[in-house]
């Protein structure tokens, strides 16, 4: 494994264990506070001002002047965002973390090979092979096969 991966690499594991704990955390503070809803707003508010606070502190400069040059769906990001946390919020009380998130990552394997498929938002293209179905399809039997408790 090339050294300049590793960094990415363990960047993306611990990404993918903290949305395993953001969902029951947030959940928890959905009970207290109000719902899903409520607390989706609050994770993205508290977020926001860490952001906030790190920008300053790194003294990053906020390119306001370029914000012409942006399109309407560029800034759709934050919305999926949203929703995403909203639904892992809404959804773990009701399947649990690893349904939830066996379900999460399926979607975003099957519908990655769509947009690597056809190069949506990519430099390149990298369209289906046998092997790749072969993957979605273990993986789908995978899903099934963790979410067979709750059924």
């Given at each position: 494994?090339?050294?300049?991966l590793l960094i990415?690499l363990?960047?993306s594991?611990?990404a ?5 704990l953001?969902a029951?955390?947030n959940a ?8 899903p809803?409520?607390?989706a707003f609050?994770?993205f508010?508290?977020?926001?001002i860490?952001?906030?606070c790190v920008?300053?502190a790194?003294r ?17 990001g934050g919305?999926?965002?949203a ?7 809404f ?7 690893a349904g939830?998130?066996?379900?999460i990552?399926?979607?975003?394997i099957?519908?990655s090979?769509v947009?690597?498929h056809y190069?949506?938002l990519l430099p390149?293209?990298?369209p ?8 979605a ?11 067979a408790?709750?059924f």
């Open positions: 494994m090339p050294s300049a990415p363990t960047m594991i611990l993918g264990s903290m949305i395993v953001q029951p955390i928890r503070l959905g009970e207290h506070m109000g719902g809803l409520v607390a609050f994770s508010f508290t977020g926001t860490l952001l906030g920008l300053l790194l990053k400069p906020v390119l306001l002047d370029n914000i012409g040059q942006t399109s309407p769906w560029m800034w759709l919305t999926l965002g929703m995403f946390v909203f639904t892992t919020i959804v773990v009380p009701k399947l649990g973390a939830m998130i066996a379900l990552i399926c979607g975003q099957l519908f090979l947009v690597d190069g949506f390149d293209a990298t289906l092979s046998p092997i790749r179905i072969a993957g399809v273990l993986l789908v039997i995978s899903v099934a096969m963790i979410m408790p709750k």
